[in-house]
């Protein structure tokens, strides 16, 4: 089968076979069928060979103009396809602008509502710091929304007045510098308790080697040496 989906047959063509018989109409019929559809030609006998031969060259401009057409057909169903993608691809980077441009909106808004947080005013490093990690979230295609913000900032307030300025922009830029999807601040309370932890072991071990002084040295202490020794000793209680 070639790609022809339809041809012409006009009326004159009818008359033309109608007046032969049966058996010759239906050999004419199937020979110029498969001569559309096929592309074979035909083996006829004298007459029928002679009638075909008069409508073959019609026969092979209705061929013709059948693949013009559906050439044209496809052509205009791939220039569509392709304007549609096109269209597509075009609203699709008009969206995606448009959302880059609403979250970018989003950070400009965002760092004019801390710029007016109290617990930032005389905090000018910890501001600054916090507006680089906005626009880090920003460029890693993960803005804040209102919500987290605030919760965001007061986590920093807590923390900052904990642990000081300096420490909290330490945090920050170490947790963009490992590429950190959040701010750890867990990390910070980790530190004070390991620090806290050997402080306290520090203070006992101190201790502890005091009292073994004193015990040892007990007899020979006067007694003014004594009280100078306990009062020593009850700064660490």
Same mark, same amino acid.
């Given at each position: ?44 006998? !004298? ?39 096109? +269209? ?13 441009? !609403? ?8 760092? =004019? ?14 501001? !600054? ?35 000081? +300025? ?15 999807? !959040? ?24 201790? /502890?080697?005091?009292?073994? =002084? ?16 306990? /009062? =020593? ?5």
């Amino acid at each position: 089968m070639n790609d022809i989906n339809s041809f012409t047959f006009y009326k004159d063509y009818y008359y033309l076979i109608d007046t032969m018989p049966i058996e010759d109409k239906k050999e004419l019929a199937v020979a110029i069928l498969d001569y559309v559809f096929k592309d074979l030609e035909p083996d006829l006998n !004298g007459h029928n060979q002679a009638i075909f031969n008069t409508l073959s060259r019609q026969l092979d401009c209705s061929k013709n103009k059948s693949k013009s057409a559906k050439k044209i057909d496809q052509a205009e169903i791939k220039q569509k396809s392709n304007e549609n993608q096109t +269209e597509i691809k075009s609203k699709s980077k008009q969206n995606q602008m448009k959302i880059k441009q !609403g979250n970018k909106t989003s950070v400009l808004s965002f760092k =004019f509502y801390i710029s007016n947080l109290e617990f930032l005013k005389d905090r000018g490093l910890l501001r !600054g710091k916090i507006e680089d990690w906005l626009d880090y979230k920003w460029e890693r295609k993960e803005p804040y929304k209102e919500t987290g913000l605030k919760s965001l900032m007061t986590r920093i307030e807590k923390y900052t007045e904990k642990f000081g +300025e300096e420490k909290i922009v330490e945090l920050i830029d170490e947790c963009m510098a490992n590429n950190y999807k !959040g701010i750890i601040f867990e990390k910070l309370d980790k530190q004070s308790n390991t620090f806290s932890t050997q402080k306290s072991e520090k203070t006992e071990s101190e201790k /502890e080697k005091i009292k073994r =002084f004193e015990n040892a040295h007990a007899e020979k202490l006067t007694e003014k040496e004594k009280e100078e020794l306990d /009062e =020593f000793f009850s700064m660490f209680e």
